[in-house]
């Protein structure tokens, strides 16, 4: 029988699913073609649940297992990425409701029950929030630990075997000869979950099928298939959504919600909406980003808007860069560079962590490693490999600005428009792109990512690898340093502190939006300790975290 649900259980969860899904992030992230083959599935579901982990209430809090992932459900649904990242984030809610106000056993429930009606309500959550589920996803995966523990089975187990039929219902993932991608991560958390309640659990679920699966062994309906023409017999295109349109919702009338999802659903596809008690998430594909936000206006107040362009076949403005610039180095000459599109705009970001990468990939641009961009051929590399004719680059860094521009000039030399966005930060670089509009005149977009870049104040928490003299003192090897605007300010022994101290004097000239940027050493509770100030001490400031990743510093910090 399984240990009780109760809330260190949830610690263990959080912590091996965190880990577990950051192995799996790059293969999830592979592995997606469906709904749409942009590349991030395993970056959405990284980021949310890293959301809903750094809500989990402290250890000595006198909060239920109930409350606890209520909390937890409640930030993934603040910070839920993609259509991965929204459903998971209903499905945590879903299983917050189900394990109700007692969880930690004191009801009389066994743990297995309890168990049972988390799964099974967070299930229902998950379907109830898309507008058309399909199955052959990671709600199939969801239906089936839930069915398996209410019959007494293992989830992990059910999780796996419904992981590895994905293919055989959606022709998609059988073309590709792979499982699906959100379901494999949703496979990955419930066998972390299995194990945090003490249960052995599977082996590693497989990303790739069986040889010899695909589309004649698993004959199932095209999903891709044109509609079939009118009766008429006028031609029917087939419908291509090039935004994916994300805002969190203000409502208190649950009809408007009703409303907002009847109004979305014929604009476009994969919509989810998800949340209750006033805030709601909403995410869909459209064609046209402008009436969908549109839509939420008509229902309440909505913030927090990202629209990101969604690749499509002979878009070189994400995979482009990829395939041609590989671990940050130039192509084999012989190897032959994309050639330019006329009309084509794509983004090349220069970065220091795999999280950054995956952040502005999601926003449609290319990347380069900050360790490779100090080679000007590297630079002009990526630039080219855009097969765009337009690109503006984002160097992130003062000292990267001189190659960046002789890189610029290498590019024009080649027949390329290419414009450098004075960066000094990543979180310059993510405010840019933040306003890039592909389809505005190349001058006024430049301008606009410059303004953009420029009215971002950036600071950074890092840790002295010696003694030195810097501009707030002497320094010891250990110590903490707390830069603003490239220079150091404070000089402590914690983190947190630190930190702290740097973000209210970066609010001090005022802000609307911090941005923290996690670095791989960043101590835990981070985050959520800076969260707590802005929101008890800048009430008007809304706060954004993601996972950088980057080993050069523990916390990247931006105010717009």
Same mark, same amino acid.
């Given at each position: 029988?399984?240990?009780?649900?109760?809330?260190?259980?949830?610690?263990?969860?959080?912590?091996?699913?965190?880990?577990?899904?950051?192995?799996?992030?790059?293969?999830?992230?592979?592995?997606?073609?469906?709904?749409?083959?942009?590349?991030?599935?395993?970056?959405?579901?990284?980021?949310?649940?890293?959301?809903?982990?750094?809500?989990?209430?402290?250890?000595?809090?006198?909060?239920?297992?109930?409350?606890?992932?209520?909390?937890?459900?409640?930030?993934?649904?603040?910070?839920?990425?993609?259509?991965?990242?929204?459903?998971?984030?209903?499905?945590?809610?879903?299983?917050?409701?189900?394990?109700?106000?007692?969880?930690?056993?004191?009801?009389?429930?066994?743990?297995?029950?309890?168990?049972?009606?988390?799964?099974?309500?967070?299930?229902?959550?998950?379907?109830?929030?898309?507008?058309?589920?399909?199955?052959?996803?990671?709600?199939?995966? $969801?239906? &089936? !630990?839930? +069915? %398996?523990?209410? /019959?007494? *089975?293992? =989830?992990?187990?059910?999780?796996?075997?419904? #992981?590895?039929?994905?293919?055989?219902?959606?022709?998609?993932?059988?073309?590709?000869?792979?499982?699906d991608a959100g379901g494999l991560g949703l496979t990955v958390l419930l066998t972390s979950l299995w194990a945090a309640l003490g249960e052995r659990v599977?082996?590693?679920?497989?990303?790739?099928?069986?040889?010899?699966?695909?589309?004649?062994?698993?004959?199932?309906?095209?999903?891709?298939?044109?509609?079939?023409?009118?009766?008429?017999?006028?031609?029917?295109?087939?419908?291509?959504?090039?935004?994916?349109?994300?805002?969190?919702?203000?409502?208190?009338?649950?009809?408007?919600?009703?409303?907002?999802?009847?109004?979305?659903?014929?604009?476009?596809?994969?919509?989810?909406?998800?949340?209750?008690?006033?805030?709601?998430?909403?995410?869909?594909?459209?064609?046209? $980003?402008? &009436? !969908?936000? +549109? %839509?939420?206006? /008509?229902? *309440?107040? =909505?913030?927090?808007?990202?629209?990101?362009? #969604?690749?499509?076949?002979?878009?070189?403005?994400?995979?482009?860069?990829?395939?041609?610039?590989?671990?940050?180095?130039?192509?084999?000459?012989?190897?032959?560079?994309?050639?330019?599109?006329?009309?084509?705009?794509?983004?090349?970001?220069?970065?220091?962590?795999?999280?950054?990468?995956?952040?502005?990939?999601?926003?449609?641009?290319?990347?380069?490693?900050?360790?490779?961009?100090?080679?000007?051929?590297?630079?002009?590399?990526?630039?080219?490999?855009?097969?765009?004719?337009?690109?503006?680059?984002?160097?992130?860094?003062?000292?990267?600005?001189?190659?960046?521009?002789?890189?610029?000039?290498?590019?024009?030399?080649?027949?390329?428009?290419?414009?450098?966005?004075?960066?000094?930060?990543?979180?310059?670089?993510?405010?840019?792109?933040?306003?890039?509009?592909?389809?505005?005149?190349?001058?006024?977009?430049?301008?606009?990512?410059?303004?953009?870049?420029?009215?971002?104040?950036?600071?950074?928490?890092?840790?002295?690898?010696?003694?030195?003299?810097?501009?707030?003192?002497?320094?010891?090897?250990?110590?903490?340093?707390?830069?603003?605007?490239?220079?150091?300010?404070?000089?402590?022994?914690?983190?947190?502190?630190?930190?702290?101290?740097?973000?209210?004097?970066?609010?001090?000239?005022?802000?609307?939006?911090?941005?923290?940027?996690?670095?791989?050493?960043?101590?835990?509770g981070l985050a959520a300790a800076l969260e707590h100030y802005v929101r008890t001490s800048h009430l008007a400031v809304d706060t954004v975290v993601y996972?950088?990743?980057?080993?050069?510093?523990?916390?990247?910090?931006?105010?717009?």
């Amino acid at each position: 029988m399984p240990l009780p649900l109760d809330t260190a259980a949830l610690g263990r969860w959080c912590a091996l699913g965190r880990e577990s899904l950051r192995a799996h992030c790059a293969r999830m992230d592979a592995i997606n073609v469906f709904p749409v083959a942009d590349g991030d599935t395993g970056t959405n579901l990284c980021l949310t649940f890293e959301a809903a982990v750094a809500a989990l209430p402290a250890r000595d809090a006198e909060a239920s297992a109930g409350d606890a992932l209520r909390a937890m459900a409640r930030a993934a649904l603040l910070g839920a990425r993609g259509n991965s990242g929204t459903i998971l984030a209903e499905y945590l809610r879903g299983m917050a409701q189900g394990l109700a106000e007692d969880s930690d056993g004191s009801s009389g429930d066994k743990p297995s029950e309890s168990l049972s009606r988390a799964l099974r309500c967070g299930a229902s959550a998950a379907y109830a929030a898309v507008a058309h589920p399909v199955e052959g996803t990671m709600l199939t995966v $969801a239906a &089936a !630990a839930a +069915e %398996a523990a209410e /019959a007494g *089975g293992d =989830p992990a187990v059910a999780a796996h075997e419904a #992981l590895a039929a994905t293919p055989g219902r959606l022709a998609a993932l059988a073309r590709a000869g792979v499982v699906d991608a959100g379901g494999l991560g949703l496979t990955v958390l419930l066998t972390s979950l299995w194990a945090a309640l003490g249960e052995r659990v599977p082996e590693e679920p497989p990303a790739e099928t069986a040889a010899g699966a695909g589309p004649a062994a698993c004959p199932v309906p095209d999903a891709a298939t044109p509609a079939a023409p009118p009766a008429d017999g006028s031609p029917q295109a087939p419908f291509r959504p090039e935004f994916e349109v994300m805002y969190l919702l203000e409502t208190d009338d649950p009809q408007a919600v009703g409303t907002l999802r009847a109004r979305l659903d014929p604009l476009g596809d994969s919509l989810v909406i998800g949340g209750g008690d006033g805030l709601w998430s909403v995410h869909v594909h459209v064609a046209d $980003a402008g &009436a !969908a936000v +549109e %839509a939420g206006l /008509a229902a *309440g107040r =909505p913030y927090r808007i990202r629209i990101t362009h #969604l690749p499509t076949a002979g878009d070189g403005t994400k995979d482009g860069a990829e395939e041609a610039v590989q671990g940050g180095v130039p192509c084999d000459a012989a190897e032959p560079m994309p050639e330019p599109v006329a009309g084509r705009r794509a983004v090349v970001a220069v970065v220091p962590g795999e999280g950054l990468a995956a952040l502005c990939r999601q926003a449609g641009a290319g990347v380069l490693p900050a360790e490779a961009a100090a080679q000007q051929e590297a630079l002009v590399a990526a630039v080219r490999a855009t097969g765009a004719t337009e690109v503006a680059l984002l160097p992130n860094e003062t000292e990267l600005h001189p190659v960046a521009a002789r890189a610029a000039d290498a590019a024009r030399a080649a027949g390329i428009r290419c414009a450098v966005i004075p960066t000094r930060a990543a979180v310059q670089g993510l405010a840019a792109l933040a306003v890039h509009q592909p389809d505005r005149r190349f001058d006024e977009d430049v301008v606009t990512m410059t303004s953009a870049a420029g009215a971002t104040r950036y600071g950074e928490v890092t840790v002295a690898e010696r003694q030195s003299w810097t501009t707030a003192g002497v320094c010891q090897a250990g110590d903490v340093l707390g830069l603003v605007e490239g220079d150091v300010a404070l000089i402590g022994t914690e983190t947190v502190q630190v930190a702290t101290d740097v973000l209210a004097r970066m609010l001090a000239a005022g802000g609307e939006l911090v941005t923290l940027v996690l670095g791989a050493e960043a101590p835990e509770g981070l985050a959520a300790a800076l969260e707590h100030y802005v929101r008890t001490s800048h009430l008007a400031v809304d706060t954004v975290v993601y996972e950088g990743r980057q080993q050069e510093a523990q916390l990247l910090i931006g105010v717009e």
